[in-house]
């Protein structure tokens, strides 16, 4: 179902007076015929593609603003996640602000080496499921669900999944080495 063609007729008349435009005008630029511009105006003739593309063009407006069509659905952007190695990364902030937040899921991994990366910023990891292991300098800690940690990322630092379930593991991490400030009520 479509918009309705008298809404669509009132709105392009709308617009064309605005711009203080008449129909002979409109016709001398868009091609299209004062007769058929009058119809579409009234509401008695459809909207087609190939009558509103040169009114869009003409008037410098898309499609949907130019037949006032209703914004679609969800108006949220759903960031992709990305697989690296297997680790499913899912952003959360949308990468703005001077807090980046993001979900991890790390499948399975025992028996794979925990690599140890320095830079800066500081990190916050909550643990939602599974086992973390975190590798802080020469320190080795496991995180349960429900445990949190924070560090300084000049200190040689790694993580990941020592366990046989997966892990999730939600991230928050300032490169500019602000730290996590938690409130609780008294």
């Known amino acids: 179902m479509g ?28 091609g299209i015929s004062i007769s058929t511009l009058s ?8 909207a087609q593609l190939d009558l509103l ?6 008037y410098r407006l898309t499609l949907d603003d130019l037949v006032g ?3 679609m659905g969800d108006a ?4 992709r996640p990305r697989v690296s190695n297997g680790v499913v990364t899912v952003p959360l902030s949308g990468g703005t602000g001077s807090w980046e937040a993001f979900k991890q899921v790390h499948p399975p991994a025992p028996d794979k080496a925990i690599r140890q990366w320095v830079h ?3 990190d916050w990891l ?8 975190l590798l802080l300098a020469d320190d080795e800690l496991i995180l349960e669900p429900g445990e949190a940690a924070e560090f300084d990322t000049h200190v040689p ?7 046989l379930a997966v892990l999730e593991v939600l991230c928050l991490f300032n490169p500019d080495g602000a730290r996590l400030h938690t409130r609780a009520s008294a």
Request: charged residues 30%; positive net charge; proline residues 10%.
């Open 126 to 133: 909550y643990v939602i499921s599974g086992r973390l292991k």
């Open 3 to 30: 918009p309705d063609p008298a809404r669509v007729g009132d709105r392009l008349r709308a617009i064309r007076e605005s711009r203080g435009l008449t129909l002979r005008d409109v016709e001398e630029v868009s």
């Open 69 to 71: 069509a209703p914004a």
């Open 76 to 79: 949220r952007i759903h960031p």
């Open 39 to 46: 119809r579409l105006e009234a509401g008695t003739r459809r």
């Open 157 to 163: 630092h790694g993580f990941g999944n020592p366990g």
């Open 53 to 58: 593309m040169p009114l869009a063009q003409l």
């Open 120 to 122: 800066p910023g500081w």
